[in-house]
Protein backbone atom coordinates (compact mmCIF):
# COMPACT_ATOMS: atom_id res chain seq x y z
CA UNK A 1 0.00 0.00 0.00
CA UNK A 2 0.86 3.73 -0.99
CA UNK A 3 2.23 5.49 2.49
CA UNK A 4 0.19 8.68 2.78
CA UNK A 5 2.70 10.82 3.87
CA UNK A 6 6.49 9.83 2.92
CA UNK A 7 9.67 11.39 4.29
CA UNK A 8 12.89 11.05 2.32
CA UNK A 9 16.32 11.93 3.69
CA UNK A 10 14.94 15.19 5.26
CA UNK A 11 17.37 17.27 7.17
CA UNK A 12 16.99 20.61 8.47
CA UNK A 13 19.51 22.82 9.46
CA UNK A 14 18.99 26.29 11.00
CA UNK A 15 21.44 29.02 12.11
CA UNK A 16 24.30 26.22 11.48
CA UNK A 17 22.72 23.70 13.48
CA UNK A 18 21.45 20.61 12.13
CA UNK A 19 18.37 20.23 14.32
CA UNK A 20 17.15 16.90 11.51
CA UNK A 21 19.59 14.77 10.11
CA UNK A 22 18.33 12.13 7.00
CA UNK A 23 15.18 11.71 8.58
CA UNK A 24 13.60 9.05 6.53
CA UNK A 25 9.83 8.40 7.80
CA UNK A 26 6.35 6.84 6.39
CA UNK A 27 3.08 6.98 8.20
CA UNK A 28 0.11 5.33 6.58
CA UNK A 29 -3.63 5.98 7.12
CA UNK A 30 -5.45 3.87 9.81
CA UNK A 31 -2.21 3.68 12.31
CA UNK A 32 -1.26 5.76 15.33
CA UNK A 33 2.09 6.58 15.10
CA UNK A 34 3.92 8.25 18.32
CA UNK A 35 7.14 10.45 18.23
CA UNK A 36 9.10 10.31 21.35
CA UNK A 37 12.05 12.50 22.08
CA UNK A 38 14.27 14.61 24.66
CA UNK A 39 13.43 18.36 25.10
CA UNK A 40 14.85 20.26 21.68
CA UNK A 41 15.37 16.73 20.11
CA UNK A 42 13.38 18.10 16.44
CA UNK A 43 10.01 16.66 17.24
CA UNK A 44 7.70 19.88 16.95
CA UNK A 45 10.42 20.76 13.77
CA UNK A 46 9.89 17.71 12.04
CA UNK A 47 5.99 17.98 12.57
CA UNK A 48 6.21 21.41 10.98
CA UNK A 49 8.16 20.13 8.02
CA UNK A 50 5.51 17.58 7.49
CA UNK A 51 3.27 20.15 7.67
CA UNK A 52 4.92 22.39 4.96
CA UNK A 53 5.39 25.43 8.12
CA UNK A 54 9.30 24.88 7.52
CA UNK A 55 11.26 23.98 4.39
CA UNK A 56 13.44 21.24 4.86
CA UNK A 57 17.11 21.96 3.74
CA UNK A 58 17.37 18.78 2.15
CA UNK A 59 15.05 15.69 1.12
CA UNK A 60 11.14 15.55 -0.09
CA UNK A 61 8.31 14.86 1.51
CA UNK A 62 5.15 13.26 -0.39
CA UNK A 63 1.34 13.67 1.05
CA UNK A 64 -0.75 11.36 -0.85
CA UNK A 65 1.69 11.07 -3.46
CA UNK A 66 2.29 14.42 -3.78
CA UNK A 67 5.34 16.39 -3.61
CA UNK A 68 5.04 18.69 -0.18
CA UNK A 69 6.55 21.66 -2.08
CA UNK A 70 4.15 22.18 -4.92
CA UNK A 71 1.34 22.27 -2.30
CA UNK A 72 0.19 25.05 -0.82
CA UNK A 73 -1.35 25.55 3.11
CA UNK A 74 -4.55 25.61 2.46
CA UNK A 75 -4.48 23.12 0.49
CA UNK A 76 -1.95 20.81 3.13
CA UNK A 77 -4.52 21.65 5.47
CA UNK A 78 -7.37 19.97 3.70
CA UNK A 79 -5.09 16.62 3.47
CA UNK A 80 -3.62 16.77 7.07
CA UNK A 81 -4.69 18.71 10.09
CA UNK A 82 -2.10 20.20 12.95
CA UNK A 83 -2.78 20.38 16.52
CA UNK A 84 -0.23 22.77 17.68
CA UNK A 85 1.78 22.62 20.52
CA UNK A 86 0.14 25.89 22.27
CA UNK A 87 -3.67 25.16 21.40
CA UNK A 88 -4.11 28.54 21.87
CA UNK A 89 -2.95 29.89 18.87
CA UNK A 90 -5.12 28.11 16.91
CA UNK A 91 -8.45 28.91 18.33
CA UNK A 92 -9.32 32.77 17.88
CA UNK A 93 -13.00 33.59 17.47
CA UNK A 94 -14.93 35.36 19.80
CA UNK A 95 -17.05 32.18 20.76
CA UNK A 96 -17.10 28.60 20.23
CA UNK A 97 -19.86 28.53 17.64
CA UNK A 98 -18.02 31.41 16.00
CA UNK A 99 -14.66 29.31 15.86
CA UNK A 100 -16.39 26.16 14.44
CA UNK A 101 -17.89 28.04 11.65
CA UNK A 102 -14.92 30.24 10.73
CA UNK A 103 -13.21 28.08 8.07
CA UNK A 104 -16.65 27.45 6.49
CA UNK A 105 -18.14 31.11 6.36
CA UNK A 106 -14.64 31.92 4.71
CA UNK A 107 -15.37 28.81 2.26
CA UNK A 108 -19.11 30.08 1.93
CA UNK A 109 -21.17 27.45 2.73
CA UNK A 110 -24.83 27.54 3.15
CA UNK A 111 -25.23 28.43 6.41
CA UNK A 112 -28.31 25.55 7.23
CA UNK A 113 -25.09 22.96 6.42
CA UNK A 114 -22.87 25.04 8.99
CA UNK A 115 -25.31 25.07 11.65
CA UNK A 116 -25.71 21.19 11.52
CA UNK A 117 -22.26 20.38 10.99
CA UNK A 118 -22.05 23.37 14.14
CA UNK A 119 -24.32 21.20 16.20
CA UNK A 120 -22.79 17.68 15.12
CA UNK A 121 -19.89 18.68 16.27
CA UNK A 122 -20.27 20.82 19.86
CA UNK A 123 -22.35 16.98 20.81
CA UNK A 124 -19.45 15.27 19.52
CA UNK A 125 -16.84 17.09 21.68
CA UNK A 126 -19.41 17.54 24.33
CA UNK A 127 -18.61 21.20 24.24
CA UNK A 128 -22.61 21.94 25.10
CA UNK A 129 -22.19 24.20 28.14
CA UNK A 130 -19.21 26.22 26.11
CA UNK A 131 -21.30 27.19 23.14
CA UNK A 132 -21.38 31.10 23.46
CA UNK A 133 -18.46 30.99 25.83
CA UNK A 134 -15.23 32.69 24.40
CA UNK A 135 -12.45 30.03 23.14
CA UNK A 136 -9.54 31.91 25.62
CA UNK A 137 -11.85 30.94 28.90
CA UNK A 138 -12.36 27.26 28.54
CA UNK A 139 -10.00 24.84 30.15
CA UNK A 140 -7.11 23.11 28.65
CA UNK A 141 -9.21 19.83 27.79
CA UNK A 142 -11.72 21.76 25.97
CA UNK A 143 -9.46 24.31 23.73
CA UNK A 144 -8.06 20.94 22.38
CA UNK A 145 -11.60 19.51 22.04
CA UNK A 146 -12.47 22.78 20.37
CA UNK A 147 -9.06 22.92 17.84
CA UNK A 148 -9.89 18.66 16.90
CA UNK A 149 -13.32 19.74 15.99
CA UNK A 150 -12.60 23.30 13.72
CA UNK A 151 -9.52 20.53 12.32
CA UNK A 152 -12.01 17.52 11.65
CA UNK A 153 -14.58 20.15 10.11
CA UNK A 154 -11.73 19.99 6.99
CA UNK A 155 -12.49 16.55 6.34
CA UNK A 156 -8.68 15.44 6.80
CA UNK A 157 -6.94 12.07 6.36
CA UNK A 158 -4.10 12.51 8.71
CA UNK A 159 -4.31 14.23 12.00
CA UNK A 160 -0.73 15.45 13.63
CA UNK A 161 -0.68 16.44 16.94
CA UNK A 162 2.03 18.22 19.23
CA UNK A 163 2.01 17.00 22.41
CA UNK A 164 -2.10 16.63 22.74
CA UNK A 165 -1.85 15.51 26.45
CA UNK A 166 0.10 18.44 28.27
CA UNK A 167 -1.72 20.49 31.16
CA UNK A 168 -4.48 17.21 31.14
CA UNK A 169 -5.44 15.53 33.93
CA UNK A 170 -5.45 11.88 34.50
CA UNK A 171 -9.20 11.57 33.26
CA UNK A 172 -9.24 14.41 30.89
CA UNK A 173 -5.61 12.67 29.17
CA UNK A 174 -8.26 9.07 28.61
CA UNK A 175 -10.95 11.10 27.58
CA UNK A 176 -8.84 12.26 24.98
CA UNK A 177 -6.93 8.99 24.21
CA UNK A 178 -10.96 7.56 23.65
CA UNK A 179 -11.60 10.19 21.47
CA UNK A 180 -8.91 9.98 19.08
CA UNK A 181 -9.37 6.19 18.79
CA UNK A 182 -12.30 7.04 17.14
CA UNK A 183 -11.04 9.27 14.98
CA UNK A 184 -8.54 6.92 13.98
CA UNK A 185 -11.37 4.21 13.36
CA UNK A 186 -13.14 6.28 11.10
CA UNK A 187 -9.74 6.10 8.75
CA UNK A 188 -7.98 9.12 10.08
CA UNK A 189 -4.48 8.28 10.61
CA UNK A 190 -2.92 9.75 13.49
CA UNK A 191 0.74 11.30 14.36
CA UNK A 192 1.47 12.36 18.08
CA UNK A 193 4.15 13.62 19.51
CA UNK A 194 4.21 13.45 22.88
CA UNK A 195 5.89 12.99 26.27
CA UNK A 196 3.80 11.07 28.07
CA UNK A 197 5.37 7.37 27.07
CA UNK A 198 2.68 5.52 29.26
CA UNK A 199 0.06 7.45 26.96
CA UNK A 200 2.12 6.73 24.27
CA UNK A 201 2.39 2.71 25.20
CA UNK A 202 -1.48 2.56 25.42
CA UNK A 203 -2.31 4.00 22.20
CA UNK A 204 -0.01 4.02 19.54
CA UNK A 205 1.07 1.38 16.71
CA UNK A 206 4.01 2.01 16.04
CA UNK A 207 6.41 4.28 18.25
CA UNK A 208 9.41 6.38 16.81
CA UNK A 209 12.15 8.30 18.82
CA UNK A 210 13.96 10.97 17.50
CA UNK A 211 17.32 11.19 19.83
CA UNK A 212 20.07 14.63 18.01
CA UNK A 213 17.89 15.28 15.09
CA UNK A 214 18.30 11.65 14.17
CA UNK A 215 14.95 8.82 13.84
CA UNK A 216 17.11 5.80 16.00
CA UNK A 217 14.43 3.60 16.80
CA UNK A 218 11.07 2.28 16.17
CA UNK A 219 9.31 -0.26 18.71
CA UNK B 1 33.46 48.86 16.83
CA UNK B 2 30.23 47.15 17.83
CA UNK B 3 31.09 46.25 21.51
CA UNK B 4 32.93 48.85 22.03
CA UNK B 5 30.96 51.65 21.59
CA UNK B 6 28.80 52.46 24.46
CA UNK B 7 25.05 51.82 24.17
CA UNK B 8 24.36 55.67 25.40
CA UNK B 9 26.21 57.31 22.43
CA UNK B 10 23.57 54.49 20.40
CA UNK B 11 20.57 55.71 21.96
CA UNK B 12 22.26 59.16 21.04
CA UNK B 13 22.74 58.81 17.70
CA UNK B 14 19.16 56.74 17.04
CA UNK B 15 17.04 59.60 18.44
CA UNK B 16 19.39 62.12 16.20
CA UNK B 17 18.54 59.68 13.06
CA UNK B 18 14.35 59.53 14.04
CA UNK B 19 13.82 63.13 14.89
CA UNK B 20 15.71 64.21 11.53
CA UNK B 21 13.77 61.99 9.88
CA UNK B 22 10.33 62.93 10.92
CA UNK B 23 11.11 66.78 11.25
CA UNK B 24 12.74 67.09 7.81
CA UNK B 25 11.05 67.19 4.89
CA UNK B 26 13.13 67.70 1.82
CA UNK B 27 13.63 64.94 0.06
CA UNK B 28 17.29 65.79 -0.50
CA UNK B 29 18.33 66.53 3.29
CA UNK B 30 16.00 62.65 4.05
CA UNK B 31 18.22 61.14 1.79
CA UNK B 32 21.47 62.55 3.41
CA UNK B 33 20.49 61.64 6.60
CA UNK B 34 19.46 57.79 5.20
CA UNK B 35 22.94 58.03 3.73
CA UNK B 36 24.44 59.22 7.34
CA UNK B 37 22.10 55.83 8.75
CA UNK B 38 23.50 53.48 6.60
CA UNK B 39 27.18 54.24 7.28
CA UNK B 40 26.37 54.54 11.24
CA UNK B 41 24.89 51.04 10.08
CA UNK B 42 27.85 49.94 8.43
CA UNK B 43 30.28 51.21 11.61
CA UNK B 44 28.29 49.26 14.16
CA UNK B 45 27.92 46.16 11.69
CA UNK B 46 24.22 45.82 11.55
CA UNK B 47 23.00 42.94 9.94
CA UNK B 48 21.13 44.25 7.24
CA UNK B 49 20.29 41.31 5.74
CA UNK B 50 18.35 40.05 8.53
CA UNK B 51 17.03 43.80 8.92
CA UNK B 52 15.90 43.30 5.24
CA UNK B 53 14.60 39.99 5.67
CA UNK B 54 12.11 41.20 8.84
CA UNK B 55 10.58 43.97 6.82
CA UNK B 56 9.92 42.32 3.72
CA UNK B 57 6.58 40.97 3.82
CA UNK B 58 5.62 44.81 4.76
CA UNK B 59 7.53 46.08 1.03
CA UNK B 60 3.67 46.01 -0.59
CA UNK B 61 2.43 47.13 1.96
CA UNK B 62 4.85 50.77 1.90
CA UNK B 63 4.38 50.80 -1.66
CA UNK B 64 0.96 50.71 -1.75
CA UNK B 65 0.92 53.44 1.07
CA UNK B 66 3.33 55.59 -1.36
CA UNK B 67 1.15 55.92 -4.14
CA UNK B 68 -1.47 56.96 -1.51
CA UNK B 69 0.55 59.30 -0.75
CA UNK B 70 1.23 60.50 -4.42
CA UNK B 71 -2.52 60.38 -5.73
CA UNK B 72 -4.00 62.38 -2.67
CA UNK B 73 -1.33 65.42 -3.59
CA UNK B 74 -2.43 67.07 -6.47
CA UNK B 75 0.54 69.77 -6.44
CA UNK B 76 3.44 70.19 -8.64
CA UNK B 77 3.10 68.83 -12.74
CA UNK B 78 1.02 66.22 -13.42
CA UNK B 79 2.57 63.22 -14.28
CA UNK B 80 -0.18 60.58 -15.09
CA UNK B 81 -3.37 61.66 -15.82
CA UNK B 82 -7.06 59.70 -16.24
CA UNK B 83 -9.77 61.47 -18.36
CA UNK B 84 -8.22 64.99 -17.19
CA UNK B 85 -7.50 64.14 -13.63
CA UNK B 86 -3.80 64.18 -12.76
CA UNK B 87 -3.75 60.90 -10.64
CA UNK B 88 -0.12 61.47 -10.44
CA UNK B 89 1.80 64.60 -10.15
CA UNK B 90 5.71 65.09 -9.98
CA UNK B 91 5.29 66.42 -5.77
CA UNK B 92 3.12 63.41 -5.01
CA UNK B 93 5.58 61.01 -6.37
CA UNK B 94 8.37 63.18 -4.16
CA UNK B 95 6.32 63.04 -0.94
CA UNK B 96 5.92 59.02 -1.71
CA UNK B 97 9.30 59.16 -1.83
CA UNK B 98 10.30 61.11 1.31
CA UNK B 99 7.83 58.89 2.91
CA UNK B 100 9.47 55.74 1.89
CA UNK B 101 13.29 57.66 3.10
CA UNK B 102 11.38 58.29 6.41
CA UNK B 103 10.10 54.82 6.85
CA UNK B 104 14.01 53.72 6.13
CA UNK B 105 15.39 56.17 8.65
CA UNK B 106 13.36 54.71 11.51
CA UNK B 107 13.98 51.19 10.89
CA UNK B 108 17.54 51.65 10.53
CA UNK B 109 17.65 53.64 14.17
CA UNK B 110 15.91 50.74 15.42
CA UNK B 111 18.57 48.38 13.93
CA UNK B 112 21.65 50.38 15.53
CA UNK B 113 19.89 49.67 18.96
CA UNK B 114 19.88 46.02 18.21
CA UNK B 115 23.71 45.58 17.61
CA UNK B 116 23.88 45.96 21.81
CA UNK B 117 22.49 43.26 23.77
CA UNK B 118 19.25 44.10 25.91
CA UNK B 119 21.12 44.14 29.06
CA UNK B 120 23.56 47.26 27.68
CA UNK B 121 20.66 48.88 26.81
CA UNK B 122 18.42 48.74 29.36
CA UNK B 123 21.67 49.85 31.71
CA UNK B 124 22.11 52.74 29.63
CA UNK B 125 18.54 53.85 30.08
CA UNK B 126 18.91 53.40 33.65
CA UNK B 127 22.48 55.80 33.72
CA UNK B 128 20.20 58.03 31.69
CA UNK B 129 18.20 58.57 34.60
CA UNK B 130 14.90 56.99 32.93
CA UNK B 131 13.18 55.87 36.15
CA UNK B 132 13.97 52.03 36.25
CA UNK B 133 10.45 50.95 36.04
CA UNK B 134 9.77 52.49 32.64
CA UNK B 135 13.24 50.83 31.57
CA UNK B 136 12.56 47.79 32.51
CA UNK B 137 8.85 48.12 30.70
CA UNK B 138 11.03 49.20 27.37
CA UNK B 139 13.25 46.34 28.21
CA UNK B 140 10.56 43.72 28.42
CA UNK B 141 8.74 44.83 25.58
CA UNK B 142 11.68 44.42 23.08
CA UNK B 143 11.99 40.96 24.43
CA UNK B 144 8.77 39.93 24.08
CA UNK B 145 8.42 41.04 20.89
CA UNK B 146 9.55 37.95 18.84
CA UNK B 147 7.31 35.90 20.90
CA UNK B 148 4.14 38.30 19.54
CA UNK B 149 5.90 37.80 15.90
CA UNK B 150 5.59 34.24 16.50
CA UNK B 151 2.17 33.99 17.91
CA UNK B 152 0.94 35.82 15.15
CA UNK B 153 2.64 33.93 12.42
CA UNK B 154 1.27 30.51 14.01
CA UNK B 155 -2.58 31.88 14.16
CA UNK B 156 -1.91 33.05 10.43
CA UNK B 157 -0.39 29.57 9.52
CA UNK B 158 -3.73 27.93 11.67
CA UNK B 159 -6.17 29.75 9.43
CA UNK B 160 -4.81 28.84 6.19
CA UNK B 161 -4.12 25.42 7.41
CA UNK B 162 -8.60 25.35 7.68
CA UNK B 163 -7.75 25.65 4.22
CA UNK B 164 -8.70 28.81 3.48
CA UNK B 165 -7.17 30.39 0.14
CA UNK B 166 -6.16 34.01 1.60
CA UNK B 167 -4.97 34.93 -2.06
CA UNK B 168 -8.57 33.84 -3.51
CA UNK B 169 -10.32 36.05 -1.06
CA UNK B 170 -11.60 39.76 -1.60
CA UNK B 171 -9.86 42.49 -0.13
CA UNK B 172 -13.04 42.69 2.44
CA UNK B 173 -12.55 39.15 3.37
CA UNK B 174 -9.08 39.39 3.88
CA UNK B 175 -9.28 42.53 6.40
CA UNK B 176 -11.50 40.43 8.37
CA UNK B 177 -8.96 37.76 8.63
CA UNK B 178 -6.62 40.55 9.94
CA UNK B 179 -9.11 41.23 12.54
CA UNK B 180 -9.49 37.83 13.52
CA UNK B 181 -5.27 38.09 14.45
CA UNK B 182 -5.55 41.16 16.50
CA UNK B 183 -7.84 39.44 19.64
CA UNK B 184 -5.93 36.43 20.91
CA UNK B 185 -2.90 38.25 20.39
CA UNK B 186 -4.20 40.94 22.55
CA UNK B 187 -5.61 38.31 25.25
CA UNK B 188 -2.67 36.35 25.23
CA UNK B 189 -0.51 39.55 25.65
CA UNK B 190 -2.69 40.50 28.59
CA UNK B 191 -2.55 37.39 30.12
CA UNK B 192 1.30 36.98 30.27
CA UNK B 193 1.70 40.57 30.91
CA UNK B 194 -0.43 39.56 34.02
CA UNK B 195 1.40 36.68 34.59
CA UNK B 196 4.59 38.85 34.32
CA UNK B 197 3.87 41.08 36.62
CA UNK B 198 2.89 38.70 39.08
CA UNK B 199 6.23 36.79 39.06
CA UNK B 200 8.36 40.20 39.39
CA UNK B 201 6.50 41.20 42.30
CA UNK B 202 6.86 38.03 43.89
CA UNK B 203 10.47 38.29 43.30
CA UNK B 204 11.41 41.30 44.92
CA UNK B 205 10.71 44.29 42.03
CA UNK B 206 10.74 47.63 43.68
CA UNK B 207 11.26 46.31 47.07
CA UNK B 208 13.59 48.39 47.45
CA UNK B 209 13.69 52.52 46.43
CA UNK B 210 17.84 51.92 45.67
CA UNK B 211 19.26 49.80 43.19
CA UNK B 212 22.45 49.03 42.30
CA UNK B 213 24.00 47.26 39.23
CA UNK B 214 27.08 45.29 38.95
CA UNK B 215 27.78 46.41 35.59
CA UNK B 216 28.85 50.10 34.97
CA UNK B 217 28.71 51.76 31.77
CA UNK B 218 31.92 54.29 31.35
CA UNK B 219 32.71 56.40 28.57
CA UNK B 220 35.54 55.99 26.46
CA UNK B 221 37.57 58.11 24.15
CA UNK B 222 36.04 56.58 21.17
CA UNK B 223 32.59 57.31 22.56
CA UNK B 224 33.33 61.18 22.73
CA UNK B 225 34.48 61.01 19.33
CA UNK B 226 31.48 59.50 17.95
CA UNK B 227 29.15 61.60 20.38
CA UNK B 228 31.40 65.04 18.83
CA UNK B 229 31.12 63.58 15.05
CA UNK B 230 27.33 62.31 15.27
CA UNK B 231 26.75 66.39 16.88
CA UNK B 232 28.46 67.92 13.86
CA UNK B 233 27.14 65.99 11.12
CA UNK B 234 23.51 66.55 12.29
CA UNK B 235 24.50 70.38 13.45
CA UNK B 236 25.62 69.97 9.24
CA UNK B 237 22.59 68.50 8.29
CA UNK B 238 20.40 70.73 10.13
CA UNK B 239 22.12 74.38 9.10
CA UNK B 240 22.67 73.36 5.15
Not at chain 2, 60 to 84: E, K, M, P, R, Y
Request: one cysteine or more; aromatic letters at 10%.
Amino acid sequence: MKPFISVNNVSYQLQNKEILKDVNFKANCYEWISIIGDNGSGKTTFCKIMMGILKPTKGEIYIDGEPLTEMALFEIGQKIGYLFQNVGHQIFAPSVEEELAFAMRFKEIDEIVISKKIEEMINRFKLQNARHIAPYFLSQGEKQRLAIATILLNNPKFLILDEPTTGLDYERKNELGKLLCQIKNEGIGIIMVSHDIEFVKQYSNRIFQIKDGRVIGEE
Amino acid sequence: MKSSVDPRIKIFIALCLSTSGVLFTRVDKLLVILIIGVIYGLCFNVQYFSVYKRIRRYLQLFIVIIIIQSIFNHDGQAVLTINGFALLTDEGIIRGISYLFRIYIIVLSGAILTTSNMRDILQAFIQLKLPYDIAFMVAIGIKFMPLLVEEIQNIFTSIQLRGIDINMLSIKKRIEIVSYLFMPVIMNTLVRAKKLAISVDARGFRAYNKRTSLRQLRIKHIDEVVFFVTIVVFSGCIYF
